[in-house]
Nanobody
Framework: QVQLVESGGGLVPAEGSLRLSCAASGNIFSIKTMGWYRQAPGKQRELVASITSGGSTVVADSVKGRFSISRDNAKNTVYLQMNSLQPRDTAVYYC?????????????????WGQGTQVTVSS
């Protein structure tokens, strides 16, 4: 199986910074798109940013200019650098990865999620 392990969340004052990491391990043939989503209490989960294996990125308008996403393909790890954090950024942040797995002679693709990491920004 595959595990996505997130780290880097915590409590930070407004205008502070955090860097989230998410490392994938297990039966991995290749990883296509990796991304970060967040869910605040009472709200739907939303995309924050995503990055393809080739490095193309998508960043939500709400965080553009403050957050950036990057990945290390050799380490199967994706990062989210969050600067100028605001109380509205408070949420549980989830890592997501589209992972291809080799099963005998077939490559299947699965969508995996991390367990989530809490980010709290105080005013």
């Amino acid at each position: 199986q595959v595990q996505l392990v997130e780290s880097g969340g915590g409590l930070v004052p407004a205008e502070g910074s955090l860097r989230l990491s998410c490392a994938a391990s297990g039966n991995i043939f290749s990883i296509k798109t990796m991304g970060w989503y967040r869910q605040a209490p009472g709200k739907q989960r939303e995309l924050v940013a995503s990055i393809t294996s080739g490095g193309s990125t998508v960043v939500a308008d709400s965080v553009k200019g403050r957050f950036s996403i990057s990945r290390d393909n050799a380490k199967n790890t994706v990062y989210l650098q969050m600067n100028s954090l605001q109380p509205r950024d408070t949420a549980v942040y989830y890592c997501n990865a589209e992972i291809q797995q080799l099963r005998i002679d077939i490559i299947d693709e699965y969508d995996y999620w991390g367990q989530g990491t809490q980010v709290t920004v105080s005013s």
